[in-house]
C-alpha cells in the first residue's frame, strides 16, 4: 500500500489522513469478514461460460479476497500505518 502515500495516488488519500485518528474502520472490517467462502464460491460460480479464459484472472482475484478477509486485522494495520 506504499503507492497510496503519494498524494496523487488517490483521490481521498488526503482526506483519509486528516480523518485518521477518528475513522471507523469497524464496518469496512465487518464487511470484510461477512465474504464467506460460499459467497466467494458463488462468484466464481457466476461467471458466464464465454469469459472462460479469464477464469485464471477470477480466480486469483477471489484468492486474494480471501487472502485479505482472513487476514483482515494485519489489513487494517496496514491501512491505519499508510493513514499515518
Known sequence: MQWLTASDR????????????????GPVRRRWLSLSDQLLDG??????????????????ALDLVRQ????????????RRVLT
Not at 488517490?10 to 474502520?25: A, P, V
Not at 462468484?43 to 486469483?60: F, K, L, Y
Open 10 to 25: 488517490h483521490i481521498f488519500t488526503e482526506d483519509l489522513r486528516r480523518q485518521n485518528q477518528s475513522l471507523d474502520l
Open 43 to 60: 462468484v466464481r460460480e457466476a461467471i458466464p461460460n464465454e469469459w472462460a479464459e479469464a477464469t485464471p484472472a477470477v480466480d486469483h
Open 68 to 79: 485479505a478477509r482472513d487476514n483482515i486485522d494485519g489489513v487494517m494495520d496496514e491501512v
